[in-house]
Structure formats: C-alpha cells, structure tokens
C-alpha cells in the first residue's frame, strides 16, 4: 500500500486527509526508518508495508469505534507508536498518554511528536502493572487501547484498571481472537467489564485476519488489578 493508495483506501472509509496529515504520516515514516537503524522498533521499514502494516491496521480501529466522541486515550505497550499516534493523526483533538517499559522507545515518541507537531501527548516510561496502579492515571481514560502486546486475558489485566467508568477497551487483535476471548471471559468479567462489540475484518492487500474488540467498563476494578510486574504475564486470571 504506497502513500497514495493509502490516502485513498481511508477516503473510502470516510477519513479525508489533509495535506496537514499526509504530510505528517510521510514524516512519521522517514523518522521511524531512520530511528529504527540504531534501536529495534520495527521489523516492518518498507515504504509499503509501513503504510499497510502499521498506519492502515492501527487506523482500522477507528471504521468501527468512534474516536471523535472521546478525548483521553491511553495506549499500552504502544512500541513505535501504535495504534495511538496514526489515530491521532486522524483526529488531533485526542490528549493520547502512552506507556512503554523501554525508556528507547520513549525517546523516540518524543521526538516524533515534537517534529509532527502533536499537541496532548504524553509518553511514561512504566511497567503497565505499575503504571496501573497509579493513581494520578489509575480509571481515568476514556478508552484503552493496545494492539499485539499479550493475549486477551493478560492484556485486559494491563488496560481495564486504566478505563474510566463508562469508559470502553478497545482491543486490536490478529486471527485468534475468538480463542483469546474465550480464555479470557473471567478476567473480562472480574475487571469490571463486559464485552459490547466485536468485529472481524480482513486487512486489504495481503488479506490477513483482524478482529476489534469494544468493551464497556461498566464498574471499578478491584484494587488488587494490575498484579505485580511480571505476574499477569507468568498467571493469567482464570
């Protein structure tokens, strides 16, 4: 997917971008090859698979959630920037927060927001346990997203303490996403959540399996959540 079929691919989807906005997705493209070659943040630098791969996917959440109707996001485990920061892109009134546990990448999302001219951004350098069960950050999001970070029930361990009540997580998952959601039907439900919305969807081109995940938090999670850094990962809620 080059630049232009990729402009026209989120025409079709109801996005229209500015020269504002191409230009800084073109920008985000030469800093993340040009960063990528002193640390690892991505395997994917071709021009065309970086379009398709990172800005499409990441943006793919936005056909089936409404991003115009929330302000606060927070991305967990957000690596190079996604899905936050092409959402952003999309809608620049988003205040996005993300947290990473590789100060590197931190780094790096502060230069590019600082050359994409982004406004209401904030990048933490925190484990997602810990940063969980802070309170300055601990239920007040509007949405949670995160995209290829763990399975389901792990990542809902990170992310749900994290949504605000009445708020919603947001979960950008591959091919096994129905088995993901069946293994984490208990912790969905003992964080204070309930699932709303789901969608499968291939991703165009190369045709690979997606699905979105909507949940609604509909109570506060028990204080216990997040567990200890490490723990989530090592025992899943059952």
């Not at 504002?20 to 997705?25: K, L, P, S």
Request: hydrophobic share 40%; aromatic share 10%.
């Amino acid at each position: 997917m080059n630049e232009q079929q990729f402009i026209e691919a989120l025409r079709a989807k109801g996005i229209e971008l500015s020269p504002t906005q191409i230009a800084q997705f073109r920008k985000y493209f030469e800093l993340l090859v040009e960063w990528n070659e002193k640390m690892n943040l991505t395997a994917i630098t071709e021009e065309k698979e970086v379009y398709l791969k990172h800005f499409y996917d990441s943006i793919s959440a936005a056909f089936y959630y409404d991003f115009t109707k929330v302000t606060t996001v927070c991305d967990v485990g957000a690596g190079a920037g996604f899905p936050s920061l092409p959402i952003k892109i999309c809608y620049p009134h988003l205040e996005v927060t993300i947290v990473d546990s590789l100060n590197k990448r931190i780094t790096f999302l502060n230069h590019l927001s600082e050359e994409l001219g982004f406004q209401n951004t904030n990048f933490v350098h925190a484990r997602a346990e810990e940063f969980g069960q802070n309170k300055k950050y601990r239920e007040t999001f509007d949405v949670v997203t995160a995209r290829a970070v763990a399975r389901l029930s792990v990542l809902s361990e990170l992310c749900v303490p994290l949504v605000k009540q009445g708020g919603q997580f947001v979960a950008l998952k591959a091919a096994a996403g129905q088995e993901e959601l069946k293994d984490a039907t208990q912790a969905i439900k003992l964080l204070g959540t309930t699932l709303v919305d789901s969608h499968e969807f291939t991703l165009p081109i190369e045709e690979s399996e997606r699905t979105l995940y909507v949940f609604d938090k509909v109570k506060n999670t028990p204080k216990k959540y997040p567990r200890k850094p490490g723990t989530p990962n090592k025992t899943p809620i059952q």
